[in-house]
């Protein structure tokens, strides 16, 4: 098997990898990183179990190829905790009882990253549409919207304290203007 | 360690269509101002399950790891005249191959029936006929796929109505298999199992009815379409026979007790080692990689071997719930009152019948609904096809039971001009009522759930039909139902305090996504006055943790409820003499108080609240505080004999609930909208009641793929529909659905404060409340589940 050399930022670590050519990111981010946040569910792009961020993008890691990575960022839930403290989206999927066997979370909060990328202040109508490709057999969905918009206020309340402190205004992985331009751009065209 | 602020539940968003409340009809053992039981808490595994670092089945690894890979028949009916695997063996990197000639010996939990790997015929498509362990998964895969197997196809029995004819056997002598006593197939057939209820004389029953109505149902074949695929990882020594197993499985000693018997070892040489689990719902009731992943590493010299299913092996090779074929048949009083109802059915179980008489026997006792019905009898076969294997789905078949007795019910209102719900109300139980066993029934709000299901989406003000300012069909349905616990069934637990004064709770109840880490805990807190924060649910390893019969049937918090409170009483006691050492007294002389407290009844200054037990010194060199809770239901249980199965005590624990729905489906395209949904289950006592909420909400949704879009669809035996994107699952899309849900707290006597199931309760009225409610809407009587819109397109309007 050919490989390809790759320089990939994973959750904010540089690697540097020689990856088989067939190896699906999937594979990749659970075997060779030992990220194993990132679900195999369907390996054919139908659960969502897989999601993580590229260069802001949702994927479903399954359908990319790790040779396609160089030079890229990767976000997966492991990277959404911060220096021991949860990310305000995962408080709000604890707070807002939207974990329930758990296994389709990972995927579901990296979904609800990118949402907030494309819409800062979502409606229940675009939750839903923008996280329809992560299934979920437990919860019946609604808390994970709840939870959702649980973690807008989050952000929006830290930012507004912040801004009254006279600080700078914090920042959330994943969050990024950067990438969220580029995409809402490419999104809309 | 996470430096995080203390998170606290969140309820506000329960007023945006979506709302609760509580019903409180009896109280047993609680005041309802408990600290913690009654309280919603935050899910104790909730932490490790949002940061990705909760580990599940696939997740577990081992240095020296190989993968299994299995070769699978193509053909659903096929005499094996040879299988050869020398050249699968030649693939480098293979270390083991497996065939059915290695372990002929079959399985199976109610009768033997089923090899590992097919041996001398395949009855479905995708049954194992070999196995693979390689150094890596592609050479696993690809060795598989060079196992040559000639097969001699069979006529295939694709569907119950062919099984019928019993002209082609899927098993052709029952009599060689090991059969328990609580399986019934028939010699020469195609029946694998049976159940016959009867009460009373029908036939006596329909002759004083004014009204006899017959009509039937059908469900279809549903996939459990679990997100974690069955996998498990084994380490099983050839030389000393220990076997190990990580396994995200939902039945730890059953599974123990099958490997024993297959692989010829003491149950005390296997052990299970539980995962997090990604999904259950009866899914991971059965064996599915465990035996395979065992005889690949015995073969490889006790290398570890990972066998995990991809999503189609995962859909045609897992299992499934059978399709049932129904038929009712009702006589009734001009006054609404029933004087006879008969129930026959046929279940479509697939090519082994693995759980099938455990699905018949709960839909049996389940097939008439909480009514008073004083001739009743059932009649159910459980029949083989050349298809995937049915097994228990969240209600071991109850669901379906529900679906067939409401739809009856909204019909017979219908000839007799009576509204529904007012024809459920006139025949349901009430406490002091024989119920179908001949049981006097108690702790039955099936009235109460009635009223409040209905209440919930304003059904008074509703006509049973009407069409929408947008030409939409509109209609509500209401559907009740009741279920047994499994009984009799026993569990244990081992509550340990450890030095520092927390505690570890040793149960292997099985967190799958219900919550039972969050609710044993809470028992234990409330017992002893201490903080929730300081118990935990230790891992479950079927070496250390103490039995417990299954995590199935909605019995894990009754069950292990009182078992922890049990083992709870004796911490206090250990406690007390502990104090005593220290302080220089009698045992007697100390007592522990209702607010936690190790206090010395003669001296007031000596107290110890049981948080700051770990620091006071009196655990130090002293007996270990260990305590043992036990639980089980075989001294109240009356088995119910075989011949007609009157028994005054079927089961430690009826559940009962309600739903309505409302509907609107578009005549144009036949789609179909649920709006609302209003749910009221007797939940006994509700222990957490956000758990409560997410289980019945999550059914909701669940239950509405069944009614309208899931069905797995074979032709001559190849399933037709086997990846996610043909057979749908309910979406996000799918979920903007109105709920009210009130949870009716009747306490039941020997619950822990009262509280009874809520695991499958949820998911038992809802596709029938749904299906009701597109009846009424079409004006038309579907006669099964799902209805799609090409149902709804070509429907024939029902005259009356």
Known sequence: ?189 | MIKQEKLRPCEKFQQEGREWDRLVVHRKDTTGDEAVVGHTQLRKDAVEKVTGTALYGADVNFPGQLYGALTRSPHPHARIKAVRVEKAKAVPGVRAVVTGADYPEPYGQFIADQPIIALDKVRYQGEPVAAVAAETEEAAREAAALVEVDYEPLPVVNTLEESMKNGTLIHEDWSRYDCSSVCFPVQGTNIGDQFHLKKGDVEKGFAEADLVVESSFRCGQLQHTLIETHTATAIANPYTQDIQVWTPNQSPFGIRGLMAKIFGVPAEKVRLTMTHIGGAFGGKYEAKCEPIAIALSLKSGGRPVKLTYDRHEEFEATVCRSTVQYYIKTGVKKDGTITAQQVTGYWDAGAYVTTNPRVDYNAGFAAHGPYKIPNAQVDTYVYMTNRTLGTAYRGFGVTEAATLHEHQMDIVARKLGMEPLAFRLHNCLHDGDEGITGEIISTCAVEECLRAAAKNVGWDKLPDRWVDEEGNLCGKGIACFNKLTGTPSTTSCVVKMNENGSLYIWSASREMGQGVTTTMPQFAAEALHMDLDRISVAPVDTTMTPYDKTTTSSRSTFHSGNAILEACEDIKRQLCRLAAVKWGCAPENVTYTAGGIIQSKKNPALAIPINEVGKSGIMHEQDPVLAIGRYGTSDIFDPPPVDGRQSKRPTVMWMIGAQAAVVKVNPVTGRVKVVKMGAAHDIGKAINPTGCLQQIEGAIVMGLGHALMEEMIYEEGILRNGNMVDYKVPTFMDSDVETKITLVENGHPEGPFGVKGIGEPGLVPTAAAIAGAVCHACNTDFDSIPIKPEHILFRKEAED
């Open chain 1, 1 to 189: 098997m050919k490989t390809a050399e790759i320089h990939v930022t994973v959750n904010g670590v540089p690697y540097e990898k020689s990856v088989p050519c067939n190896q699906t990111l999937l594979r990749f981010l659970r075997e060779d990183l030992f990220l194993t946040s990132v679900k195999e569910g369907c390996d054919e792009g139908e659960c969502g179990a897989c999601t993580v961020l590229l260069d802001g993008r949702p994927v479903n890691s399954c359908l990319v190829l790790a040779a396609e990575l160089d030079g890229r960022e990767v976000l997966t839930a492991e990277g959404l905790a911060e220096d021991g403290r949860l990310h305000p989206l995962q408080e709000a999927f604890i707070e807002a009882g939207a974990v329930q066997c758990g296994y389709c979370t990972p995927g579901m909060l990296i979904s609800g990253i990118a949402l907030l990328n494309l819409y800062p202040h979502p409606t229940r109508e675009q939750i839903r549409k923008e996280m329809e490709g992560n299934i979920c057999r437990c919860t019946g969905y609604t808390r994970i919207a709840d939870a959702v918009l649980l973690a807008v206020e989050k952000m929006d309340t830290a930012r507004a304290e912040a801004r009254a402190a006279g600080l700078p205004e914090p920042e959330f992985r994943g969050i990024d203007g950067r990438f969220s331009e580029k995409w809402n751009s490419q999104y809309q065209s």
